[in-house]
């Protein structure tokens, strides 16, 4: 894979700032350039992010540790990458912030396929809280498209979806 410098893509919706991060975040990611944030509720789209490296997620701590608490910060689309982070690093989401879909990553062993499907929060998963466990219903396997052999998920289970667990 190439090296893609990261650019950040911004559009106002309402009362909604939809940041769309593309790329490679390392030590040459900028955040600065979203400035400060004038709406209620930030989306923050990270599908396209393909790699994360420490000095990149040092930066993106900072960025959104900068983001008042007022705010209410949304995490959509989150590739493995992402989900990665989530489970090993508590400050890479604000504590209030909700991850509304993530992908669940799939691999036909019969022809080196690889999937995802996108999970979405209130229909495929529900975060734990102090008084009830995570929910998550998915798929153990799924047709390839290649192939026409049963795919099988490529993560751990068990750590993948830790994220999702409460957390006092
Ligand atoms: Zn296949």
Redesign the pocket.
């Known amino acids: 894979m190439s090296s893609e410098v990261l650019s950040i893509e911004s559009e106002e919706d309402g009362d909604r700032l939809i940041l769309r991060f593309i790329g490679e975040i390392d030590e040459t990611s900028d955040f600065s350039v979203v400035g400060d944030i004038k709406k209620k509720k930030v989306i923050i789209d990270l599908a396209r992010i393909v790699s994360l490296n420490s000095l990149g997620i040092r930066n993106w701590v900072f960025w959104i540790r900068s983001i008042p608490d007022s705010i209410r910060v949304e995490f959509t689309n989150s590739p493995r990458v992402v989900v990665d982070q989530l489970n090993v690093l508590q400050g890479f989401k604000p504590m209030d912030a909700v991850v509304t879909s993530f992908e669940l990553p799939y691999f036909?062993d019969?022809?080196?396929?690889e999937s995802a499907l996108m999970l979405h929060r209130g229909k495929d998963y529900s975060e734990g809280t102090a008084d009830v466990r995570e929910q998550i219903t998915y798929k153990s396997s799924i047709p390839?498209t290649?192939?026409?052999?049963d795919?099988e998920i490529d993560v751990l289970e068990k750590k993948y979806f830790h994220f999702l667990k409460y957390r006092s």
């Open positions: 036909c019969a022809c080196g396929f390839c290649k192939c026409g052999e795919m």
